[in-house]
């Protein structure tokens, strides 16, 4: 019998020659490979979604911090919209109670039992509210008294005041017993100052 017929036959296979054989798995160097590409892969898409949460997370916190700007903004001008020119007796004469700084605001209002002071004033990032029923002889006495901080985190509130002369324009500062200025100018915050007309101001003057 050919030897050759036996190696040929089927139950009797030839041996496959080397690197003939075929191929059933990966290679250590193609998992390694896979791993790292992976690793890269996963390294990115997590990247990007924290970069998504922050950008959110500061969207988010912008929206509230201007909401609350917006807030003390409206609080403010509503609250000087309705100044009354109400008379009281300061360092022995009779004036319209009405004082200004760069920094506070002090005038008289109505309120459900009669009329009210109320003083705004801004200090250390904070602002302060303080308020009292009038009539007061010793109101001045109290306006450090009962302080309420309306927002310890301001950052920036700042008043002018409109001069009833054409001439002076925009003040810093309104002395008791000037009346009460045709508008108020007032800046919260990061926001671009804005206008608070006063009906009951003065009326310019030549």
Known sequence: MNN????NSPSNPLPLR??????????????IIAITILSIVVAIVGS???LGI???????AETQETQRLRALSGLISQTIKSA???????EEEKVILFQGEKDFILFATT???GFKWVRYAYKDGKLILTEGILPDKKFTDKIKEDEEIIDSD???VKFEYLSAKKDEGWKESWDMGDGIPPAVRVKVGYFQ???ISITMGAKEEG
């Open 193 to 195: 100052p804005f206008l």
């Open 84 to 90: 009354f020119p109400y008379q009281v007796t300061y």
């Open 4 to 7: 050759s017929a036996i190696y």
């Open 48 to 50: 990007g979604f924290r």
């Open 54 to 60: 922050r950008a959110w997370e500061k969207g988010e």
């Open 18 to 31: 080397e690197g003939a054989r075929g191929r059933s798995g990966f290679t250590l160097l193609e998992l």
């Open 154 to 156: 301001v950052g920036e």
């Open 111 to 113: 309120s459900d039992t």
